[in-house]
Nanobody
Framework: EVQLVESGGGLVQAGGSLRLSCAASGFTFDDYAIGWFRQAPGKGRDGVSS????????YYADSVKGRFIMSRDNAKNTVYLQMNSLKPEDTAVYYC????????????????????????WGQGTQVTVST
């Protein structure tokens, strides 16, 4: 059974930090790119970051660039999202997802993420940033 399980969410004050984890099982983790997405109440699911398979190249949305750091540990089948300098607008449910072929593209000014291309999804973890 394929599983992606997020953890590490919670309530934090603006300016604080959180570290999300996503533990994967049931598929060959090394063969999949992983993405983080988030969905705020009443809004669509937005791409936050993604990471390639073996070389660990990362891509970030402009809204989190310089504040969030994504990494993966293939030995532990886990990806992480270190979130620093959090803002109230970062409040959302955060999801990790696995993509057999990294579909992140560059528009010329920013990276574009394609949630419909991802094969597997976690259940999400709530991140709330208070003022």
């Amino acid at each position: 059974e394929v599983q992606l399980v997020e953890s590490g969410g919670g309530l934090v004050q603006a300016g604080g930090s959180l570290r999300l984890s996503c533990a994967a099982s049931g598929f060959t983790f090394d063969d999949y790119a992983i993405g983080w997405f988030r969905q705020a109440p009443g809004k669509g699911r937005d791409g936050v970051s993604s990471i390639s398979t073996s070389d660990g190249v990362t891509y970030y949305a402009d809204s989190v660039k310089g504040r969030f750091i994504m990494s993966r540990d293939n030995a532990k089948n886990t990806v992480y999202l270190q979130m620093n300098s959090l803002k109230p607008e970062d409040t959302a449910v955060y999801y990790c997802a696995a993509d057999r072929f990294l579909t992140t593209s560059y528009s010329g000014s920013h990276y574009v993420f394609y949630p419909n291309e991802y094969d597997y999804w976690g259940q999400g973890t709530q991140v709330t940033v208070s003022t």
